[in-house]
Structure formats: C-alpha cells, structure tokens
C-alpha cells in the first residue's frame, strides 16, 4: 500500500507477522511530518511493531530527526519494537551535525537501540 505523506514525500506500507515496515522515499520535513506522526501514533496505539526504511530519504530537518527519536521513545516506553534501517552516511552525518546521536541529551536510549548509534 502507497500513501502520500505531504507533497516531497511518499511511503510504502509492507504487513507482515504483526509488524510494519514502512519504506519512506523523499523529503522528512515540515510539509510530511503531520502525516508521518499520525500514522506512528496508529501504530503505538494498536500495538504494532514498526520498521522505517531511511535509504530514499532525500533530506531531513530538524523537525524529521525529533520525530524519529519522539517515536522511538514512546515505542520503546511501551515495550515496542521501533527501529530504523538503511540510513545513508549522508543522513547519519546530518543528524550528528543537528545534534542527534547516542549521547545527546535528546536520546534517552543512550544504548545500541539509540536511532544514531549505527
């Protein structure tokens, strides 16, 4: 299943043993934000595990990078399973240089499940 998240982004749903993996390809900004946490927050609410794909995704701001770490704690506080895959090293270095990464004060994980570890 396709859904549009905002105008720059787009997202793949694929189901399966209880879980999804949601394939996200474009911009992670302001515009698709509002449609991503909705949709994280259906997942939280009905007890779903979820996986994000990252390796489409062409640009972040800081308002994409809260919102995965925002997810992975709530998800992780409800004893979910929450992780993200396929981060290019592009993207990995922008959200160090945003401030995200195992020992920010943003990341309560502060272990290997941190989203910035890898």
Same mark, same amino acid.
């Given at each position: ?20 993996? /949601? ?9 698709? /934000? ?33 919102? /995965? ?50």
């Amino acid at each position: 299943m396709r859904m549009e998240l905002g105008p720059e982004m787009s997202a793949e749903i694929v189901e399966g043993n209880g879980e999804k993996e /949601l394939r996200l390809q474009g911009e992670l900004c302001l515009p698709a /934000l509002d449609d991503l946490r909705r949709f994280l927050l259906e997942a939280v609410n009905t007890g779903i595990f979820v996986s994000l794909r990252l390796d489409q995704i062409t640009a972040s701001d800081l308002g994409g990078y809260q919102l /995965l770490c925002s997810a992975h704690r709530t998800f992780k506080r409800r004893g979910l399973r929450f992780s993200a895959n396929g981060s290019t090293a592009e993207f990995r270095r922008a959200a160090l240089a945003a401030g995200f990464h195992p020992e920010c004060s943003t990341c309560r994980a502060r272990d290997a499940s941190c989203l910035w570890s890898v």
